[in-house]
T-cell receptor, first 115, second 114 residues
Framework: DAGVTQSPTHLIKTRGQQVTLRCSPKSGHDTVSWYQQALGQGPQFIFQ???????QRGNFPDRFSGHQFPNYSSELNVNALLLGDSALYLC??????????????FGQGTRLTVV | DQQVKQNSPSLSVQEGRISILNCDYTNSMFDYFLWYKKYPAEGPTFLISISSIKDKNEDGRFTVFLNKSAKHLSLHIVPSQPGDSAVYFC?????????????FGTGTLLAVQP
């Protein structure tokens, strides 16, 4: 059973560019959440997708956007990259059962470096 | 505003002894707590969780204790093994909500010495 897979694993971008990160959830999971982990910090919630809709959003600017596809996979898009966007981006999947969520399983992350 | 705090950035323990990792939270609305372990170059791995209706949950060598009045939880690992060396994150959520948005602490680096 494949767990949560993310691509690419590493990425280097220039300030002002745009980036797209991808995530395939664990088999059977229907909910995808994205987190940003800066160096020395814990992961911070960006947003969550369920039924192809953004269900909840953390304190991140509109430059951060996402999408969920019918097969439950998801993309995270970041526009107008800033140096401060350099971080490990983690995708987590879970199963929504009657409005309650199971424990989240994380992918290995995408290390984004903005230069 | 750091709602979940892990005040010890690192902890060193001898193999076979007990490791105790601590976590404090400020939001009394949190009703579900989780511990994750993270190795370098890997994503966090779920370890153990506890609902606010309990004060203890045990799974093998791992036990989590919750003290709601003190807004404090701890993870006990007994006996500690070198393979336990990793960063441990405490996380909290509103389990009864439609989303389990996780609020993480900053992590504690555990080093288990052989």
């Amino acid at each position: 059973d494949a767990g949560v897979t993310q691509s690419p694993t590493h990425l280097i971008k220039t300030r002002g560019q745009q980036v797209t990160l991808r995530c395939s959830p664990k088999s059977g999971h229907d909910t995808v959440s994205w987190y940003q982990q800066a160096l020395g910090q814990g992961p911070q919630f960006i947003f969550q997708y369920y039924e192809e809709e953004e269900r909840q959003r953390g304190n991140f600017p509109d430059r951060f956007s996402g999408h969920q596809f019918p097969n439950y996979s998801s993309e995270l898009n970041v526009n107008a990259l800033l140096l401060g966007d350099s971080a490990l981006y983690l995708c987590a999947s879970s199963l929504s059962l009657s409005g309650l969520n199971t424990e989240a399983f994380f992918g290995q992350g995408t290390r984004l470096t903005v230069v | 505003d750091q709602q979940v705090k892990q005040n010890s950035p690192s902890l060193s323990v001898q193999e076979g002894r007990i490791s105790i990792l601590n976590c404090d939270y400020t939001n009394s609305m949190f009703d579900y707590f989780l511990w994750y372990k993270k190795y370098p170059a890997e994503g966090p791995t779920f370890l153990i969780s506890i609902s606010s209706i309990k004060d203890k949950n045990e799974d093998g060598r791992f036990t989590v204790f919750l003290n709601k009045s003190a807004k404090h939880l701890s993870l006990h690992i007994v006996p500690s093994q070198p393979g336990d060396s990793a960063v441990y994150f405490c996380a909290a959520s509103l389990y009864g909500g439609a989303t389990n948005k996780l609020i993480f602490g900053t992590g504690t680096l555990l080093a288990v010495q052989p």
